[in-house]
């Protein structure tokens, strides 16, 4: 699947419609052919195409008037399956969505529209987002654009093989302990989770509701950026979205290196090491070619990084725990079709036929956490280690603007590959977590591999509504680094 | 806080989640659970001190908006969603005979 040109970027796509260099009905119409070109890859649970030539076509109609046109005009977006777009079929992933359709847009839907984006259909997931390779979907596997027998990363899978594929400029996706960054990583595209509350989750089927964020895909560090910025703000209908303006990238900060102060947490590269020598040489020369463009390299002590996935894992389960609960088959989902049983037996009959294994073994733990004779010991003391972790990154802050580490510990693994203690894959989220724990923004942008193609992501946290600084370093990376080859496709 | 994880703790946390865990599948399914719970059990050797349980991230928010009715979808869009729809209502499964 090579190809000699890449597919255009969001900004490079916005401009050329904007100046009638192409259409937006040429641009959505690429899209759809390279999603129906790699259509064995898993990318799309399904495609609107009918709607989004429309859409392209009021825009080029709209541009004929000399009417002004939004900033995202024209540019073809697709959305992860568990944000509501409004008479689009919503399943997250899970049996227990079959045949719902959205009567509403999702807020960041909503907001897309009216930037003008092209919305070109939803894209693959994890059931519920629970999941680090988009294999627990009912849609089936997404797979690697690099290597079709790998994974692509989870749980917005199907976001990062859409983008990395050329279908479509950017995807939206969500990000609960990394779900936009460890499959950016793993299929060589940008992840960017902004900040907890810069971003509504109006419209968002809820996993655990104080770690997740709506983030961006995009194939530059600039596309990610422009789509956050039409996305963000604040919002009256999510009580957790900041009163802040939306986001606005300080364009002033250049691609510069010069003067940044990037935090190296001590041991992390080390613990990539272990499991994949070729991420840390990749991330180690990244930061040593920073390093040579002016950045300063400040050695930084985190510890308890082992502890922040099991402080996650209860959170976000018994988060999960009750957030799921609404699904009984009476007020939400699937209901069983047998009769003849009482509430509760309906109940868990509908809920044990339509949840996956994974999302069961979630709600059993988070309900453990939750439970009587359990809860202090386990949700209320992750409480206590995501404060204490929090406390520490906060104290980073005196000495860097940026905090660098591998986005994920290794590269794509095989489809294959057996994982009987679920365990060993939520270990692949080492690296994610902490930006949802403290709810602070990330970014993850593909790196060079020194060793075979299958991409790397280095991954960049900010403090606090500082996406600008993340941009800032991105670009840093992408000037340092130079253009990346298109994916190869297929198996290796 | 170490937890002996067996079927029969399994099968009253599955309860209290509103999940059936099949016979055949109890072995299984104990196996993945007490791994996970050997993985949360990890939480204990932090030393934490009394440090306030963080349950949100520490940011703005917005102040609570009026207590107003808004707009609300038709009835018609809703009910499309509905697994049974009569008599301008809901049906759901009787729970009183």
Known sequence: MSRETPPMGVLATAQAIAR?????????????????????????????????????????????????????????????????ARDWALSAGSRMLAGYRSPFDATVTERLRAAGAVLLGRVNMDEFGMGSA????????????????????????????????????????????????LP??????????????????????????????????????????????????????????????????????????????????????????????????????????????????????????DAAVAAYYVIATAEASTNLSRYDGVRYGHRTSETGLGLGELIARSRTESFGDEVQRRILLGTFALSAGYHDAFY?????????????????????????????PVRAWRLDQRFDDPTAV???DVFTVLANLCGLPALSVPVRSAGDAMPIGLQFMAPAFEEATLVRAGRAVQAWRGALPMPTGGPR | MTVHVDQALLQHVAKLARI???????????????????????L??????????????????????????????????????????????FVVPRVVE
């Open chain 1, 20 to 84: 009638g260099e192409q259409s937006a009905e040429a641009a959505t119409r690429a899209a759809l052919d390279a999603a129906d070109a790699h259509a064995d890859l898993g990318a799309f649970v399904e495609l609107d195409a009918d709607g989004a030539l429309e859409t392209a076509r009021a825009v080029d109609a709209a541009r004929a008037r000399g009417e002004a046109l939004g900033p995202l005009a024209g540019v073809p977006i697709s959305l992860k399956d568990n944000i509501a």
């Open chain 1, 134 to 181: 988009t294999t627990t979907g009912v849609a089936g596997p997404a797979r690697n654009p690099w290597d079709a027998e790998r994974v692509a990363g989870g749980s917005s899978g199907g976001s990062a093989v859409a983008v990395a594929i050329g279908a479509g400029a950017a995807s939206l996706g969500t990000d609960t302990g990394g779900s936009v960054r």
């Open chain 1, 184 to 305: 950016a990583a793993l299929c060589g595209v940008v992840g960017l989770k902004p900040t907890y509350g810069r971003v509504s989750r109006y419209g968002v089927v809820a996993y655990a509701s104080s770690l997740e964020q709506v983030g961006v895909l995009a194939r530059d560090v600039d596309g990610a950026a422009a789509v956050l910025a039409a996305i963000s703000g604040a919002c009256p209908l999510d009580a957790t979205a900041a009163p802040l303006p939306p986001f606005s990238p300080r364009s002033s900060d250049g691609a510069d290196a010069a003067g940044l102060r990037i935090g190296v947490p001590e041991g992390f590269v080390d613990k990539a090491r272990a499991a994949d020598p070729a991420v840390a040489e990749a991330i180690d020369a990244a930061l040593a070619g920073l390093r040579d463009a002016g950045a300063t390299l400040v050695p930084v002590r985190l510890e308890e990084l």
């Open chain 1, 380 to 408: 209320a003391r992750a409480g206590q280690v995501r404060r204490k972790l929090a406390n520490a990154v906060a104290g980073a802050w005196d000495d860097c603007d940026v905090l660098a580490m591998p986005t994920s």
């Open chain 1, 426 to 428: 939520y270990a692949m």
């Open chain 2, 20 to 42: 059936e865990v099949a016979s055949e599948q109890a072995a299984a399914t104990t196996a993945a659970f007490a791994a996970m719970v050997a993985m949360a059990e990890r």
């Open chain 2, 44 to 89: 204990a050797d932090v030393e934490v001190g009394d440090l306030e349980p963080m349950q949100h991230p520490d940011h703005p928010y917005p102040d609570a908006r009026a207590d107003e009715a808004g707009a609300v979808l038709p009835p018609q869009a809703l009910e499309a969603n509905a697994p049974r729809f009569g008599a301008g209502g």
